[in-house]
């Protein structure tokens, strides 16, 4: 018989009878488990059990830092347990001033971890640590937000033993608040593990769910044997497709992706899944769901290739389609073939791009609890969801359980970061199922291999370019064929083709167009949004082009630019006259200087649509309701992401009603109908924005007839904006005034720069113009963000599937994500030049951050050592070259 486990934790002895667990849960249990599940610490982060590579774990062993989620019992034993709930009081304000007031911390997810390596690192030193052993320090830690420039600008700041209070930025309203720095709302508590995430919440009777995955990409599912699972005590249901009351298919855009695949249907990707296991652990839920048998027949090859999915002859992935392709999108303006014969210089080339992992650093995870009626059967649902849009999961939640709307509540938990992986439903139907069969609360987290395999990718893309220009460098003429390999399942993969097309010729002016851009299925991995949809894929060929183009003309990167850049009243390429201000030239000329004197230097310019646009409605709504104690409550249906949504939410609040920010307080759910669709197209500051200021203004309006906020408790303002005059894509080119494809874009200039001996990527600046900085401080570190991403996008990062449609990373160092002493210093600068159709002025920044790195790095690399690349990742670069060395 086991021995108990005993320890001290956070200073309190703690004993564990290992004999009280199940032998499945007992054989795997780990410090993490223990201090998650049987302690009640939730401040460890479970990022990617049992690989021990993102960090998110750490606590304090005997004074020592180490990754909790692979210590056995016997390590751990007899020792001292400190997590960031142990620490001394004024030790974790100190941390959670540091972190908040530098902007160190975003989604959150990542930081407990990294706040204990902190505490470890300062406590071992005799004096405050460099930056650079900072960032060596931080070897073991990912964070997919930061860029991690503003941690080590918090961990600096927490080891030079200052103590000033983290409301130093603060603002009183009256006006003052939009354009401060006001601290992150709720930033101290998600710099302390104490904000939770879905995966962080425990109610009564709770069971625990898993998913059995198929073994195949592309087989046939004869039959499914739950029966050695239904056997293992503690195993509560296990629910296939036939369970499914309702619409058993769901999408965002297209319905053509099974919650649950059925007997008698094929597979289409790994991620598929076919059975959903509810247990009372998560262990024993994990392993009932390993012992499900399935009988497969036929196991046919699947279909990996794009352009072989385009054959006539190619096997179906939806059979019912007649056809792999999913969409196609084609611009057209001018008369191309005049325009190529008077051009001086012509280029064709063929640029592709790669699949990319999203890799937030935390698993998809749901809680669904049911409520039942006198009888005991569920009546009512409240689902604790961490996706990027509450109204669609509830719209096809329903669906799937076939019960009205308004029988399901869909609550937004701190999201532990998105980038546009989920905006699709993960497992928020299969946990809602699932509680709704047994009238128990259930709760489903991802494994790191589950979540890698099932959400969708970023789309990889083969761009045919031909693009010419005159004798002066002026552009004539592009023609682009584009094909996305969108996966198994739409998504929203025929949209991001369609920005793939719509952003072909970049921040240009291009008066002759032909354009074709085609999403294909595949029995690959599923792709859809991510941060730059579809227009990063693009800059890096057309940017790319431009400087091969200069060169041809015998002027520089920046000249070439300079004569091309889109000014006010110019037609962007989807034919859209932009007649309002933007500071596009104004980015580029804040990098001339740096690019000029440089002796390796790549230059980029980029624009990305902010909205969804193309004849969708974009849509802000918000509810500001008075308590009974004078606070007032914000809600909208935008999820927080990290983008610090909800900090400028209170900024725009306290600044049009004239009231303090510690007023507020902010949520998303489906209480009111503020339905908006996806937190997607960098739109949410813009609309929720707009919509707050709205509200806003309906409360100051009786506030200043004298009414009071007690007079006002429990009334409620809803604010509206809607751009609804958008036009669809590719049409209504010749109308007068042009089509109108956006409500508005983003802008930015970026440069990379090189060590002139090694080619080692020292520099980035990313120069943007955001309209408004609404909350500086957070603007940076998004930006700093992207320019993460967007580095591992150019060198390192990379997604391949093999001949099977399996992915060959399943590991989070597989995937190439850079380490925070990996990173080259980071410059922003930042432009403002009001959007007006924009809260205070504000365009949204999140998207726009990374669309130019990727060329600037490439054209960078062209100046170093004349190599035209074209194929992302660069793994052949010197600048790719030097990372790999100083990751090992």
Not at 125 to 130: G, R
Not at 170 to 180: F, L, R
Not at 520 to 537: D, E, I, K, L, S
């Amino acid at each position: 018989m086991p021995e108990p486990i005993s320890c001290t934790i956070n200073g309190s002895p703690f004993t564990l009878n290992l004999n009280d667990l199940d032998d499945v849960t007992r054989a795997q249990i780990t410090l993490l488990d223990v201090l998650r599940d049987h302690a009640g610490i939730t401040s460890p982060k479970n990022g990617c059990q049992p690989q021990a590579q993102c960090g998110c774990c750490t606590v304090l062993v005997d004074n020592k830092p180490l990754l909790s989620c692979t210590l056995r019992p016997e390590r751990f034993n007899g020792k001292e347990i400190t997590t960031l709930e142990g620490l001394p009081e004024d030790t974790r304000q100190s941390l959670a001033n540091s972190f908040v007031s530098q902007g160190g911390v975003q989604c959150g997810f990542c930081i407990p971890g990294i706040a204990v390596r902190a505490v470890a690192l300062c406590a071992n030193s005799n004096k405050p640590p460099s930056r650079d052993e900072i960032a060596k320090s931080l070897r073991p830690h990912l964070c997919r937000c930061t860029g991690y420039q503003q941690i080590i600008d918090a961990i600096e700041h927490f080891a030079s033993g200052q103590t000033d209070e983290a409301t130093c930025h603060s603002c009183t309203g009256n006006g003052t608040c939009v354009g401060s720095a006001l601290p992150r709302y709720e930033g101290a508590a998600a710099v302390l593990g104490d904000k939770p995430f879905v995966d962080d919440m425990t109610v009564p009777t709770m069971l625990h769910g898993s998913v059995r995955l198929t073994d195949h990409a592309r087989a046939g599912i004869k039959r499914i044997d739950a029966s050695q699972a239904l056997q293992l005590p503690g195993v509560h249901a296990v629910l296939t497709a036939a369970d499914v009351p309702g619409d058993r298919v769901v999408g965002l855009i297209e319905k053509d992706w099974p919650i649950l695949v059925s007997e008698g249907e094929m597979t289409r990707c790994v991620g598929d899944i076919l059975a959903v296991v509810a247990a009372d652990t998560p262990q024993l839920a994990r392993h009932a769901a390993d012992l499900i048998q399935v009988e497969y027949d036929p196991i046919e090859t699947p279909v990996t290739d794009p352009l072989a999915a385009l054959q006539p002859d190619a096997p179906l992935v939806h059979p019912h389609r007649k056809t792999n392709l999913l969409s196609t999108s084609v611009l057209k303006s001018g008369d191309i073939e005049s325009a190529f014969k008077s051009c001086a210089h012509i280029i064709e080339d063929t640029y592709h791009t790669q699949r990319i992992e999203h890799l937030y650093l935390e698993p998809e995870s749901c809680l669904a609890v049911p409520t039942t009626d006198e009888a005991g059967r569920p009546d009512s649902l409240h689902v604790y969801s961490q996706g990027q849009g509450v109204f669609d999961d509830r719209r096809q939640i329903a669906s799937v359980l076939a019960i009205p709307e308004d029988s399901i509540t869909v609550e937004l938990v701190s999201n532990g970061g998105a980038f546009g992986g989920k905006e699709d439903m993960s497992i928020q139907a299969q946990t809602a199922l699932l509680a709704w069969a047994v009238g128990r609360p259930v709760k489903l987290t991802l494994t790191r291999s589950q979540s890698m395999a099932i959400h969708p990718k970023r789309h990889p893309i083969s761009m045919s370019y031909k693009v010419g220009c005159d004798a002066d460098g002026r552009l004539l003429a592009v023609q682009s064929h584009i094909i996305g390999d969108t996966g198994a399942y739409a998504s929203v993969g025929a949209k991001v083709l369609e920005r793939a097309g719509g952003h072909c010729a970049g921040p240009y002016r291009v008066p002759n167009l032909d354009v074709e851009a085609k999403a294909v299925y595949t029995n690959n991995p599923p792709c859809g949004a991510m941060r730059g949809f579809g227009a990063n894929q693009a800059a890096f060929a057309i940017e790319s082009l431009l400087d091969r183009l200069a060169e041809q003309v015998g002027i520089d990167g920046y000249d070439i630019r300079d004569r091309n850049i889109l000014e006010p009243g110019d037609a962007f390429a989807t034919g859209q006259l932009l007649d309002k201000p933007f500071g596009l030239r104004q980015t580029l000329e804040a990098v001339r200087e740096q690019y000029k004197s440089a002796k390796y230097a790549g230059i980029a310019c980029g624009i990305k649509n902010v909205g969804i646009g193309n004849g969708m409605p974009d849509i802000g709504r918000a509810a500001l309701t008075v308590n009974d104690d004078g606070t007032i409550h914000i809600r909208t249906g935008f999820t927080e992401m990290g983008q610090g949504l909800f900090t400028v939410c209170v900024q725009y609040a306290a600044d049009v009603t004239g009231l303090p920010p510690d007023t507020f307080t902010v949520s998303t759910d489906t209480t009111f109908a503020l339905g908006c669709g996806q937190t997607t197209a960098s739109r949410a500051t813009v609309l929720a924005g707009n919509a707050i200021l709205d509200a806003g203004a309906q409360l100051r309006a009786r506030l200043d007839t004298g009414t009071t906020l007690d007079d006002l408790a429990g009334h409620t303002f809803i604010g509206e904006w809607i751009c609804d005059d958008t036009t669809k894509f590719g049409t209504e080119m010749d109308r007068p005034g042009g089509p109108k494809t956006h409500f508005t874009y983003g802008f930015a200039t970026q440069l990379a720069i090189l060590d002139e001996k090694t080619g080692r990527l020292i520099k980035m600046i990313a120069a943007h113009d955001v309209g408004k900085a609404v909350n500086p401080t957070q603007l940076a570190g998004q930006i700093y963000g992207s320019l993460h991403m967007g580095i591992g996008y150019a060198l390192t990062e990379d997604l391949p599937v093999d001949a099977e449609g399996r992915l060959i990373a399943r590991r989070i160092n597989d995937c190439g994500v850079l380490r925070a002493h990996q990173m080259p210093e980071m410059e922003v600068i930042i432009v403002e030049e009001p959007e007006p159709d924009g809260p205070h002025g504000a365009r949204g920044v999140g998207e726009i951050g990374l669309v130019p790195t990727a060329p600037a790095i490439a054209n960078a690399m062209y100046q170093f050592d004349r190599v035209a690349r074209r194929s992302l990742p660069m793994t052949d670069s010197p600048a790719a070259h030097a990372l790999k060395k100083s990751g090992k």
